[in-house]
């Protein structure tokens, strides 16, 4: 039903969770029984299913209105004049070229699962209704109504807890591509659960360099970013929240894709598409996955409407408590069952069991064990493998958990260019500078890709990996751990900037520093330069200090380019946040300047290990020591395109 692969099967068993009946409460709980049986595998009970997708309905009225108003505004800011002004009288090509969309949704720093969205629905690109359901790959992810309501755009929603993670502001609604602000509103009500419950929605409507726009609706109440019409943004600047206003089941983004003409355009390429594709790298249609495993006192309850989730997590237990253990699933597909593994204090297998198999292929599952707690006292750990992901979360029997420690996280290199179905390859090293082990510690990718993505620690020293694949490992106190990461494209892609959950399973997880563990990719279907930059600073701790406000310091750097050759690499230094000079030349093999250091450098690269130091001279305005904010970031451009970057965080502190 879901896959373009597999048997053309009925959707109707799909599309009765799309449509409930009304009046009924779509709460899947299943409770412990007081007197529960064991089950075969040595576990107590067992329980789970599909979760019903949330779904809104946005008519040709209501999208027509909108239009009209992104129009209107359009027109009184003189955007199609700007951008004839621009492509006629500066020439500018890229003013012109056809935009190419980010992923709209991103988890924020404060949210820990593993993931927190999964695509719900696609466009419905068959145009008769009702029940008549065409996705771009020939499936039926998608729906359609019996007033004639085809849906237009992609659906993206969070899971699991959806309307907890609405209010912890855990899913963040992101722009796609750069562009103005033609159409904000807000203050509509977000707590909608059901067709006709809500009149107007909440978001914003972005218009684009080459006149096309994108919609976001269905966002939180009161979470719109301050900017308003006629204010730019640029890609992947956050808009607001995913929310559940207008007329929605459920939270949830409705992204929607115009061109320039007012046409609604299926962002997605595929056999049934009706595009070439806009993204600047297309998501798989379907990607099994984890996106959380909790540890609860009872089994989860899963509303459909705000106020009737229930999580009863919880991760400190007394010999004999009800421990249920559940893992949370996107793109489950029919007959696949992910592994449950118990491992005792001392690391030993104590239980196994399925959670599954799922019935039928489905966005959200979620499927729970059951067991008393055993009497051995101490930390447990629970592992759920699907296919090649693995995700870990430990408890505690008769001993208090841990206070909560900083896990940090880098890589190198932090870019790489290859063609699609060639690996690229980088190091990320996590850093437990806390005084406890923690274990369970992976590396786990958060960005949407058609990729094949792996991990394995290495070997201190040499760098060689060592053990198995996506395999998660123990770090020691004031130790750290590198992993050599795989990433295999299956699909061209165009300067993405990619996220990594870098976690252990007692809970903490690294904060995503952009040039510092964000990795940017570009996929070619042709041979291309492949520019790799690392920097170095003197404590060897990826922090500059100049001393004082007025100090200076610096720091090396090398760059490779394995890749094709290429001429007329531009390099430059910048600053992201506060004043400084910044400076830099190219250095010999004894680190001396082989010329006087400038604002920037023009170079050729090949194969050949080219080294350089940068200087950085404090202007008097003190520097604070936040990684994130104050960062030295040296950029190599060629031919406008971002081919590499690398940097390193800077203080006016000693």
């Given amino acids: 039903m879901l896959g373009p692969d597999g048997e053309r099967r009925t959707h109707r068993s799909f599309f009765r969770f799309l449509h409930p009946v009304p009046g009924i409460a779509l709460v899947l709980a299943v409770c412990a029984s007081s007197a529960p049986t064991a089950l075969a595998n040595g576990f107590l009970d067992a329980g789970g299913g599909n979760h019903p997708i949330p779904t809104g309905e946005f008519t040709p009225a209501a999208r027509a209105a909108l239009l009209a108003r992104a129009r209107s505004n359009s027109e009184a800011l003189g955007l199609a004049q700007k951008r ?24 924020p720093e404060s949210n820990l699962r593993e993931g927190q969205a999964g695509v719900s629905s696609y466009v419905d690109l068959d145009a008769a209704f009702p029940d008549a359901l065409r996705d771009y790959a020939c499936g ?16 993206i929603a969070s899971w699991p807890y959806p309307w907890q993670t609405m209010a912890e502001d855990g899913l963040e609604v ?24 809500g009149a107007d929605w909440n978001g914003m409507v972005i218009e684009h360099a080459d006149g096309s726009q994108a919609i976001y609706g269905h966002m939180k109440r009161d979470s719109l970013n301050r900017k308003a019409v006629g204010d730019q943004v640029v890609a992947g600047e956050t808009l607001g929240q995913v929310g559940s206003s207008g007329n929605s089941t459920g939270p949830h983004l409705h992204f929607e894709f115009i061109d320039p003409s007012g046409a609604v355009v299926d962002p997605y390429q595929g056999e049934c598409g009706t595009s ?22 009872a089994a989860p309850m899963i509303g459909g409407c705000n106020g ?66 055993p009497a051995e006292t101490g930390r447990w750990r629970a592992r759920v493998l699907l296919a090649d992901r693995v995700a870990e979360r430990a408890f505690y029997v008769g001993v208090s958990a841990p206070a909560p420690v900083r896990l940090d996280a880098s890589i190198i290199p932090a870019s790489r260019t290859v063609q699609v179905g060639e690996p690229a ?71 993405l900037e990619i996220g990594f959950g870098f976690r252990c399973a007692d809970g903490p997880r690294a904060r995503k520093r952009r040039g510092e563990n964000t990795l940017q990719l570009t996929v070619t279907d042709q041979p291309a330069p492949d520019i790799m930059a690392v920097a170095a600073t003197v404590d060897g701790d990826g922090v500059v200090r100049l001393g004082s406000a007025a100090g200076e310091s610096s720091f090396a750097m090398a760059a490779i380019n394995p890749g094709s050759a290429v001429d007329d690499v531009i390099v430059t230094p910048r600053l992201t946040a506060g004043v400084a000079v910044l400076t830099l030349c ?27 130091s940068v200087f950085v001279a404090g202007s008097g305005t003190p520097l604070s020591l936040d990684e994130s904010d104050q960062r030295v970031v040296v950029e190599f451009v060629q031919g406008g395109r971002l081919r590499a970057v690398t940097g390193v965080a800077v203080t006016t502190d000693a």
């Fill in 84 to 107: 004839l002004f621009a492509v006629g009288v500066l020439n500018d090509d890229e003013t012109a070229r056809e935009v190419r969309l980010g992923w709209p949704v991103q988890m």
């Fill in 140 to 155: 039926m992810r998608t729906y359609d109504t019996a007033a004639g309501y085809n849906h237009q755009g992609v659906d």
């Fill in 174 to 197: 992101v722009a796609a591509a750069p562009g103005t602000i033609v159409v904000k509103q807000d203050g509509q009500p977000d707590d909608s659960c059901a067709f006709g419950e």
């Fill in 276 to 297: 070439d594709g806009h993204w600047r790298a297309q998501p798989a249609y379907a990607q099994p996955r984890i996106n959380a495993v909790t540890i609860g006192s």
């Fill in 308 to 373: 009737t989730e229930r999580p009863h997590e919880q991760r400190e237990f007394q010999p004999n408590d009800p421990v249920y253990i559940t893992a949370f699933m996107v793109d489950q597909e029919q007959g696949q069952s992910a592994q449950l593994e118990l491992y005792t204090p001392s690391g030993e297998l104590y239980l196994t069991g399925d959670l599954g198999p799922a019935t039928e292929p489905y966005p959200f599952t979620y499927y729970w064990r059951s067991l008393l707690a």
């Fill in 425 to 495: 390859t980088f190091f990320a090293t996590l850093n437990n500078a806390s005084d406890q082990d923690l274990e369970g510690c992976r590396v786990g990718l958060q960005s949407p890709l058609d990729v094949d993505f792996r991990f394995r620690e290495v070997r201190p020293g040499n760098l060689r990996p060592r053990g198995t694949a996506n395999a998660p490992v123990d770090i020691a106190a004031g130790e750290s751990q590198t992993f050599l990461v795989t990433l295999t494209p299956n699909a061209v892609a165009d300067a």
């Fill in 586 to 612: 190219e250095t010999d093999a004894q680190a001396i300047c082989l010329a006087e250091p400038s604002a920037s450098l023009t170079l050729s690269l090949d194969g050949t290990p080219r080294t350089f």
